[in-house]
């Protein structure tokens, strides 16, 4: 039996080594008394298409691409090889299995480092002898020899093995030293960088106490040396706005309406300037007021139903900005309106690990566990792993389509779909929203509709504003305001000067 490196012995926590030993106690076990069950369990995984965790080869032909594979699983999240399988699904088996198992695992012992331990089976199905290769994911990183400690590490993205760049091999190696850059010190930065009131404001809100010492036990603060300083975490949730377009400049939330299906033509935008942590409370607000609403008739009042489920749309924000790769830059979280779905990408693979179907399960890796930290003290995120249950139940119980998840190179996207109601009410590309409960006989055009919609989110439109994005006279505006007025729908607050319009007070209102 080959040996095991001794780096993937040490630097393995309890629970990784009980999840990886326990993987392979359970390949020796099928080694030990392999049978039908077994059999039929190969024959299913033949009939797979090739996948992050899944690959064919028709023959041992050429063994760099096998080993580059076999490198891509330890390093991603393990998988299964099966050589003597054509790409069009034929079993050709292979002529000399003894000989092609030897030559396969010398291959494997003598080109890949550090030392990987894959279980080899040789097995027969109808008739055609298979090699069935089996890789748990391992500390790491491992790489091709031939291709040397830099340029021969791969992971597995989908059904293709990609060469790692140089934050891939860093974040493979801050994980095996089981580390997360967000708990790194942000090297560079001081405790002025970081905006204590910020932080404070935070978690009073949820009627919390913090100080010094509650912000380092949640590594927002780090100790460096002699010094206290901001980690990373921390500077991208708490730090100061000048500081963190110095260290983390694409760490931001971005959102756009377009017209249509794609990007060809805009109809909002908005760049949140804040950290992400005061994005989750300005992007809901922009989705609403670039969405629509179904209107469902009770009595002479209306219902609204949203376009899209919010509950799932706030665990896909939260979710985004938890697993997010602060390392990778030129990319921020995109949140894409169209007129026939809502998307919202984050920068990052999934973490080491994971697969869609762990996610689908509610398996949890945390990338950032310093943000994670933060976001359940404040009551953003709840039980690890269960954001994707709460997205999917909400999607179910409010007739929604459930949320469409894809690993799209270097980035993570999920989709959300307009609930059916909403497109059988016209597939329009201006948002048509109109408040709770607004008697269904009062005229309301689209420019009114955008106004209330704007103050429901908390903003402060003025006349300019609604003459701007609609491309009307200033006076033209202003009468759309006043109609609101008159139907009490709106009211003017404050002097003339400083003051603003709201939703208009109903008695139902101060009860």
Not at 74 to 93: E, F, K, M, P
Not at 104 to 125: F, K, Q
Not at 302 to 312: F, H, S, T, W
Not at 415 to 422: F, I, Q, T
Request: net charge neutral; with cysteine.
């Amino acid at each position: 039996m080959a040996r095991i490196h001794p780096a993937q012995l040490v630097e393995v926590d309890p629970g990784d080594w009980k999840r990886e030993t326990g993987a392979l106690a359970s390949l020796f076990s099928r080694n030990e008394g392999r049978g039908a069950d077994s059999l039929a369990t190969l024959r299913d995984l033949l009939a797979e298409p090739e996948g992050k965790t899944l690959e064919f080869k028709r023959d041992l032909s050429s063994l760099q691409p096998i080993l580059k594979t076999l490198t891509a699983f330890a390093n991603t999240s393990g998988g299964t090889l099966i050589v003597g399988r054509a790409n069009d699904g034929r079993l050709h088996g292979l002529a000399n299995l003894e000989h092609s198992e030897e030559r396969l695992a010398n291959a494997v012992a003598d080109g890949i480092s550090p030392a990987l331990l894959p279980d080899i089976e040789a097995t027969a199905v109808d008739g055609a002898s298979l090699l069935v290769v089996r890789v748990t994911r391992w500390p790491g990183p491992f790489y091709v020899k031939s291709d040397g400690p830099s340029a021969g590490v791969y992971v597995r993205l989908g059904s293709t093995n990609r060469r790692a760049g140089s934050e891939i091999v860093a974040e493979l190696e801050r994980a095996a030293r089981h580390l997360a850059f967000d708990q790194l010190p942000c090297v560079g930065a001081d405790l002025a960088d970081l905006d204590l009131e910020s932080a404070q404001r935070a978690f009073v809100a949820v009627g919390r106490d913090i100080d010094a010492v509650r912000l380092e036990s949640l590594g927002v603060l780090v100790r460096y040396g002699k010094n206290l300083l901001p980690s990373n975490g921390g500077m991208i949730l708490f730090g100061r706005q000048t500081s963190r377009q110095r260290f983390f400049p694409d760490a931001q939330v971005r959102c756009a309406r377009f017209v249509g299906h794609n990007k060809a033509e805009f109809l909002d935008r908005l760049d949140i300037e804040g950290s992400v942590l005061e994005a989750l409370e300005e992007t809901p607000r922009f989705i609403r007021r670039n969405a629509r609403l179904a209107a469902r008739i009770e009595g002479m009042l209306r219902e609204d139903l949203p376009e899209y489920p919010r509950v799932a749309l706030r665990e896909a924000l939260v979710n985004a900005v938890a697993h997010t790769d602060y390392t990778l830059r030129g990319l921020q979280i995109m949140v894409a309106i169209y007129s026939n779905r809502l998307e919202i990408q984050n920068p990052g693979m999934l973490a080491f690990g994971m697969t869609l179907e762990d996610l689908r399960a509610g398996v949890s890796r945390i990338r950032n566990p310093v943000i994670a930290r933060v976001f359940r003290e404040l009551n953003l995120m709840e039980k690890w792993g269960s954001g994707y249950k709460r997205m999917a139940e909400d999607c179910n119980h409010g007739g929604y389509r459930g949320p469409e998840w894809a690993e799209l190179s270097s980035v993570m996207r999920v989709v959300l779909r307009p609930h059916p109601e909403v497109r059988e009410q016209g597939d329009k590309n201006v948002p048509v929203n109109v408040p709770v409960n607004v008697p269904v006989n009062v005229p309301v055009n689209r420019r009114r509709s955008w106004f209330l919609e704007a103050l429901q989110a908390g903003e402060r439109p003025k006349a300019g504003d609604l003459a701007l994005r609609f491309g009307i006279t200033v006076k033209t505006a202003k009468r759309d305001i006043a109609s609101l007025k008159n139907l009490g729908l709106v009211e003017f607050v404050g002097s003339d000067k400083n003051g603003y319009y709201r939703i208009a007070l109903r008695p139902d209102d101060l009860k």
